[in-house]
């Protein structure tokens, strides 16, 4: 074999080799743009929240009776602010801790029952008034109430 056939053979296999690549990146194509899309994961779906509203209105008497005592509290009964570990009591607008804060009493400030019990919010409330200060006027959670003698 001389130099020349040598020569022409490898061209011939370089060209075979390219033209082989040619056709593989040809198929691949093929493949990819002609099989089917994938299918999105899922589609967005909106996301809907109910609000659940209670028979009972924050502020307006139970059906417990106005002249019941629980636990030394009743309607004329004064009480005294404990419990709170110094932080104070929230004296709301009304029954409910989303209320309007109208003020906070410290510990051991003296107050008079003159409304309740309420029940909102797993919590038992009672209306109350500062005798010293007759805006001072709230509702407040009875398990920071006790009873003054």
């Known amino acids: 074999m001389n130099e020349n056939e040598r020569t022409n053979i490898y061209q011939w296999g370089c060209l075979a080799a390219l033209l082989s690549g040619i056709a593989l990146i ?13 299918s999105p994961p899922g589609i967005p779906s909106a996301i809907i929240q109910t609000v659940t ?28 602010i404990s419990g709170t570990g110094n932080v104070g009591l929230s004296i709301r607008a009304e029954a409910s801790t989303e209320a309007e ?6 510990e051991g400030d003296i107050f008079l029952i003159t409304d309740g019990p309420v029940e909102a919010g797993d919590l038992l409330w009672w209306h109350i008034k500062d005798e010293g200060d007759p805006n001072l006027v709230g509702w407040a ?4 109430l006790t009873p003054v003698p």
């Not at 959670?141 to 920071?144: E, H, V």
Request: glycine content about 10%; hydrophobic content about 45%.
């Open 26 to 38: 040809i198929a691949a194509g093929i493949w990819l743009f002609t099989k089917p899309p994938a």
């Open 53 to 80: 509203v209670t028979a009972s209105v924050p502020g307006l008497p139970s059906s417990t009776p106005q002249t019941s005592v629980i636990n030394g509290l009743g309607i004329g009964v004064r009480v005294k």
């Open 101 to 106: 804060r109208r003020a906070v009493a410290q």
């Open 141 to 144: 959670a009875a398990d920071y």
